[in-house]
């Protein structure tokens, strides 16, 4: 009979005061809260031990996952929290403004804003009644809600809740939890949209491009191809959907060998070339292909080594190798693609002019007799990858 006619009198003193407090209205203008006797499947607070008479009232409000308020209010209703009368209420997210702008209810002394809307963070809010006085806190979570994340929630709130209390020293006043909470509260700024490159020209390049490159030239009829490595250094500015380029070129061709019964000759040839090229962008927005050409000139050293015929007749070998300088004219039409942000590939036809002939004599008792003319109109093909 004592344990009934106890619950029958705390039964009588909750309905008294939820009877006399009005009710609570939800941040955002949302409709009054449910006492915590109507919330569905939670126990009341009595459940884990009735607070003492007397108590002070705080109140909670719980943001975030269904099923992560109905954990956190069960923590929360635990022994830890035995000391205070706790009245609970949701709201769909957390507004930063009302809780400046919202005075608690008659009897209440402390509020409390439980915000679990990210996994891996807990954000707490607590102000005095006439939300002069505040104090933050926030918890990193494990994403999972689990019980340690639960009971780091509940002692945090009880021990802010006992520090607001009896000591509003430690807490932040109005300016100062402004400036921190709406901060905290405010929307990213939303990153600012790419200029519209001008005439829906080609993305940017730099100024300063280092490539490099493999060509293959015609020769001669003796010969053949000449083929090797190259670098390419080139310095270009564009506007809209051109480029205006000036670039230097050095390749290096391997040794090739020519030989006949009286004579044989080996050839190693070093190129340098300076240019000038135009880039137009085809059709940027759908493909970032560029297409153009190119006008230069530059100097072929070609270093001749002869060497005996292959009948093995040494008296027509000269006692040295020797070097020698042409003029070169070069033209070609380009073609470029980027493969990434930074890395473009480049190929390029191109076709060299010899302003003299080139050619490789033999001396004899009776005169000279040509044994090697290199071809004065040359083409060739690149291919390589620049920066």
Request: hydrophobic share 45%; proline share 7%.
């Amino acid at each position: 009979m004592i344990t009934k006619r106890a619950g029958i009198g705390i039964g009588l003193s909750v309905a008294l005061a939820l009877s006399a407090a009005p009710a609570l209205a939800d941040v955002g203008g949302a409709a009054p809260a449910a006492p915590p006797s109507a919330s569905a499947g939670a126990p009341p607070s009595a459940s884990a031990g009735a607070p003492p008479s007397g108590a002070p009232v705080v109140e909670l409000v719980l943001t975030g996952a269904a099923g992560d308020l109905a954990a956190a209010r069960k923590a929360l209703e635990s022994q830890a929290l035995s000391a205070f009368t706790l009245r609970f209420r949701t709201a769909p997210r957390f507004d930063a403004t009302a809780l400046f702008a919202t005075r608690a209810a008659p009897g209440v002394v402390l509020s409390c804003w439980i915000d679990l809307s990210d996994p891996r963070r807990a954000a707490l809010y607590f102000t005095d009644p006439v939300a002069d006085r505040f104090l933050v806190r926030s918890i990193e979570l494990s994403g999972r809600f689990d019980e340690l994340d639960r009971e780091s929630v509940a002692q945090v709130v009880e021990l802010s809740l006992r520090s607001l209390r009896e000591d509003a020293r430690s807490s932040l006043d109005r300016e100062q939890a402004r400036a921190l909470i709406l901060h905290e509260a405010a929307p990213a700024e939303p990153p600012a949209s790419a200029p519209a490159p001008a005439a829906a020209g080609a993305a940017p390049r730099r100024a300063l491009e280092l490539g490099a490159f493999y060509g293959v030239t015609a020769h001669s009829a003796e010969v053949g191809l000449t083929h090797g490595p190259g670098v390419r250094v080139a310095l270009g500015a564009s506007r809209g959907w051109h480029r205006l380029a000036v670039d230097a070129r050095f390749q290096y061709q391997f040794e090739r060998r020519y030989e006949e019964p009286r004579i044989g000759l080996d050839l190693r040839t070093m190129t340098l070339r300076a240019d000038a090229s135009w880039l137009h962008a085809v059709a940027p927005g759908v493909t970032p292909l560029e297409l153009g050409a190119r006008l230069g000139a530059g100097l072929d050293r070609v270093d001749a080594t002869p060497r005996p015929g292959s009948d093995g007749a040494a008296a027509f070998v000269p006692a040295g190798a020797s070097a020698s300088y042409a003029l070169v004219l070069a033209a070609g039409l380009v073609a470029r693609l980027p493969l990434t942000r930074e890395l473009s590939m480049f190929t390029e036809l191109f076709v060299d002019l010899d302003p003299a002939r080139v050619r490789y004599d033999l001396a004899l008792e009776q005169g000279t007799e040509t044994v090697l003319a290199r071809y004065r109109f040359r083409p060739g093909l690149l291919l390589g990858v620049e920066l």
